[in-house]
C-alpha cells in the first residue's frame, strides 16, 4: 500500500526550493498560435535548481519567487527513461522551450500524429484530429470545474473519446505492429536482465510461450482473451519481480507512520494491508481502492492533526496576509471539531470557503508551464529525438 497525504490532516512533505532565473532567448517575446488551439510562447531559458521531479518532467523554484513545471512531453520514452536514472532533487538544469497554458496543452496533435503508423488515410487523420480537439477542451473543462459531479462526467466523456480514436487506429497499429523479442520486452518494461535477476528455466519457457500466446491474440484483436493471457503472465513473473524491487512489508511501513496504535487495531490494519497488496498485484484496483479507503479510515482515528500553522507551512510556500490567515485558522480549527463521516457536508463545505480564500494566493504562485525542447544536464545536452 502506498502513502498517500490525506487533505484533512497529514502534513505533506514540504519541496526542496532551488534557485531559478528565466530568461527569454529574445527580448519581447510574443505568444503565436499554432494549430488546435494550443498557444505556445516564443523559446525561453530557465537555468535552475530541481525542486522536485514526478518522472515526466521536473519542477523548479525561480529567483522571482514564481513556480516552474518544465515538461518532457517532446523527448522519447527512451530518453526519459534515462533522464529518470541522473535526475535528483537539487540537481542543476538547464531548459529552452515554450510556454503553454495548460497541462494539456503539452501533448499537441502532432505529438500524437507521430505515434501514430504512416498508413491511416488522411480523410481518418482529419477525424482524428476534430476528435483530439474535443478531447483536449474536455481535459481541460474536466480540470476547471470547481463541480465534483460535472467534472467526473467531463472525464468519462474524455475517456469515452480516447477509446473512440483508439479504435479507428487499432487496425492500422496491429497491421504495422512489430512484436518485441521476448527478452528484449522483459527488460524494457520489466527492467529485467542476466545482471540483476535470474529466472529458473522452466519460468522462462512458460513466459516465453505466454507471451508468443498474448502477441497472436493482440495481433488478432481478441482484447479481452489477450488482457487474461497478459495477467498469466505476471502471475508467473510476480515472485521475480518482488525479488526485483520487494514490496514494503507491513512492519516496515507502520515504523515510518511513527503513531501509537493499539495491539488490536494493529492486527486489522496489517490484515487489510496485505489483503490490498494482494488486490493491487492481481491489478484488482476497485478491492484495491475500498481496502485502501478502509485502511486510512483505521489510520486516522490516531493521527494528531497538525496545527493550523504546520498544516499551512507544509503545504504552502507562499505566506498569508494576516486578516486571511486569521479566517484560515478559524475555518481549519472548526474543521478539527467536526467528524469526517457524520458532518461529510459540513466538511466540505468549511473547506472549499478555505480553498476560496487561498484562491488569488494560489493563482498568483501558480506554476508557469514550459515545454522543454533542449535540456542541458550535468553538462550534458539532450534533444528530443
Known sequence: MKKTSKKSWIIASALTIGMAVLTPLQAGATSVEPTNGVTVQIQQQITGTIKSFNGVGVGIKGRDGKNYYVSFSKFSDEQVKQMRKIIVEGQEITVEGGVVEHYADFYTFEDYKKELPKNIPNEELKKLEKMFSEVKKLEKEASKTKDKKESEKKYEEFHKLWEEMFQITKPYILANWQPQPFNVFLEYYYDFSENNIVIAEN???????????????EKDGQEEKSEEKMKEFKKVLRPYLDELNPPETFEKYIEGVNLEISA??????????????????????????????????????????????????????????????????????????????????????????????????????????????????????????
Open 264 to 385: 488490536k487495531d494493529l492486527a486489522k490494519l496489517k490484515a487489510i494491508y496485505e489483503d490490498s497488496q494482494k488486490a493491487e498485484r492481481d491489478e484488482n484496483y476497485e478491492l484495491y481502492n475500498k481496502l485502501s479507503l478502509e485502511f486510512y479510515n483505521i489510520l486516522n482515528q490516531f493521527i494528531i492533526p497538525p496545527t493550523f500553522e504546520e498544516y499551512m507551512s507544509s503545504r504552502y510556500e507562499f505566506k498569508v496576509n494576516k486578516a486571511d490567515s486569521k479566517q484560515l485558522k478559524q475555518l481549519y480549527e472548526e474543521i478539527l471539531k467536526l467528524d469526517e463521516k457524520e458532518d461529510s457536508t459540513k466538511v466540505e463545505e468549511k473547506w472549499g470557503a478555505f480553498d476560496k480564500i487561498l484562491e488569488p494566493y494560489s493563482e498568483a504562485n501558480k506554476e508557469i508551464l514550459i515545454s522543454a525542447s533542449k535540456l542541458t544536464i550535468n553538462g550534458q545536452e539532450y534533444l528530443p529525438r
Open 203 to 217: 519460468d522462462k519457457k512458460k513466459l516465453k510461450d505466454i507471451y508468443e500466446e498474448w502477441v497472436k491474440l
